[in-house]
Each structure stands twice: as C-alpha cells, then as structure tokens.
C-alpha cells in the first residue's frame, strides 16, 4: 500500500508516537511518502521518499493520506488531496481531535485496518467560493465554513445575503458563517449554530455577534448558492475558508455553492458520528461528582 504522512509539525513529545507509526507502517511493507517539512524533524529513514504537493500524491498513485495533528491538520489535507478522492485518516496529536478522532494509543489497530481495508470512509461535502478577483486561488474549497468578518479594529459590517439571487437577510453583525455539515460542530456551535449530521445536505448561515436580538441560524438546502453584499466603514473584511484567510475590497462580488467533489474521512468501524458527539462533547456524562 503507497500512504503518505502529512503534519504542520511536531512537538518534542510526538517523536515517539511518529516513529511508532512509521514503523508500523513499514513493518508492514507499505510505501511511505513524507511531507517534506516534517523530515528535518525526524531521524534518518532509509525507507520513506517525500512530498511536497497535490501533483506528488496523484503522480505517485498514493492510496492514503496520514493526517497527523490536530483537526486543523486535516483541513490542511484537505487542500492536499482536493479531487484526487485519495482519503484522509486523521491520527489525533492535538487536542479536542473532532475530525481527527483516531488516538494515539489507536495508531497500530488504525494500520491493521488500513492495510486490510476494514476501515469505513465517510464522503463529506465540501462548501465551494466564487469571487471577481480568484480568491483562494486553485483551492477555492473549505470542510468546514465559510465566513465573512469585520477587520479587527473596524465597527461591524452590514452583509446583504440572497439565495438563489432573491433577498434573505441584512445581517448588521461582526460577521458571518457558512456552514458545511462537517463545519457544523466547529465555529458554527460556538456561535449557537444547530450541529447538522454529516449527511444531511445542508449549509448553516449563522452570524457572528449579530446586533439584532431576533436574528438566528437558518439551515438552507446546500444545492443553493448564496451571495453577498458587504457595506461597512472599512473599503476592507476579511473572507475565511476554514483556517485560510484573505483581505478583500468592500466592492468584491462573492457566492458561495456545493463543491462538485467531496472528500473521503476515514473512520474505525467502532467510531460513529453520534459517538464522537457524545465523547468530544461530554453529552450525558454527569460532572458533578
């Protein structure tokens, strides 16, 4: 099997559990693609090659993408793997680990199921940017929101919101959140957005901060496209796809769809969404003794 190993980096203390999965990995006789941030980090392996790209995954028929971090790791790899449908295990190195639900205790029964395919990949949808000036460039696609901010030092901003082209909302708010299903658990439930199942179909328009009391989340059917407005006393707002962000003029035009593709989670047999629910979100667990 042809895995390759993709992190922002290591702490000191996650040499161990890398070198660990490494020699699982090769114990087992799988091809071992590297980022090439990460090598300088490790000690020198005679049986790995390197990547730096989405080209090196498809050029080198990669079966396997190891997301090792936290969930922000994966959303980098979601830029990785784009449309090649190569799909993501995400091994938790961080902390909360929502997307990346794999433990590090976990790391050789996650090989043993990698390597004989008894694993479950979940499709996820993915939430696509249109804009006049390209922004984001050749990865205009995030898992787990869009968003539209007020700069840092600037009053909150008005955003105009259509579906389909006919009016929703004037949102008078810091900003604003589209929500893809997967995205639901994340910025959208810390803005009081309802958590959507993965496989709903669904976008989640939830503004941030909003001024008016009566303004809440509204769920939208995801083969919708949603355009916006912005006026505000800054020429300037901040537009967000996941962990990505650029600066963009008040007189931008931007829409935002489904993605045509979507991307492969893969999770343990023993790992569902409604048992992540109730593990990462302490739900029913009583804290008082």
């Not at 004037?170 to 658990?185: H, K």
Request: glycine share 6%; charged share 20%.
């Amino acid at each position: 099997m042809i895995v390759a190993i993709y992190s922002r980096g290591l702490d000191a203390e996650q040499n161990a559990p890398m070198q660990f999965l490494l020699s699982e990995l090769l114990s087992r006789k799988a091809t071992v693609f590297l980022f090439e941030a990460l090598v300088w980090q490790l000690p020198p392996q005679v049986n790995f090659s390197i990547f730096n790209s989405y080209e090196d995954l498809v050029a080198n028929d990669v079966e396997c993408l190891i997301s090792v971090g936290g969930d922000g790791t994966i959303l980098d790899a979601v830029t990785m793997v784009r449309d090649s449908n190569i799909p993501i295990l995400g091994i938790n190195f961080g902390r909360l680990g929502f997307l990346a639900n794999i433990s590090k205790n976990e790391i050789a029964s996650a090989v043993e199921a990698l390597m004989h395919h008894t694993f479950i990949v979940d499709k996820r949808s993915l939430i696509h940017i249109d804009s006049d000036n390209n922004l984001f460039g050749d990865t205009p696609f995030a898992l787990n929101e869009f968003a539209l901010h007020k700069r840092d030092t600037s009053p909150m901003i008005k955003i105009h919101t259509y579906i389909n082209g006919e009016f929703l909302n004037t949102y008078w708010a810091d900003g604003l959140i589209v929500s893809t299903p997967t995205g639901s658990t994340g910025y959208n439930l810390s803005c009081n957005g309802p958590i959507l199942f993965p496989e709903s179909s669904s976008f989640v328009i939830t503004p941030v901060a909003p001024h008016n009391l009566n303004v809440r989340p509204i769920v939208v059917a995801d083969s919708n496209i949603i355009s916006f407005e912005v006026e505000g006393r800054s020429n300037q707002y901040i537009c967000v796809m996941d962990a990505r962000r650029e600066f963009v003029n008040i007189n931008i035009q931007i829409a935002v769809k489904k993605e045509e593709f979507t991307v492969n989670l893969i999770r343990l047999n023993e790992n569902s969404f409604l048992s992540t629910l109730r593990n990462k979100l302490t739900w029913g667990m009583d804290k008082r003794n």
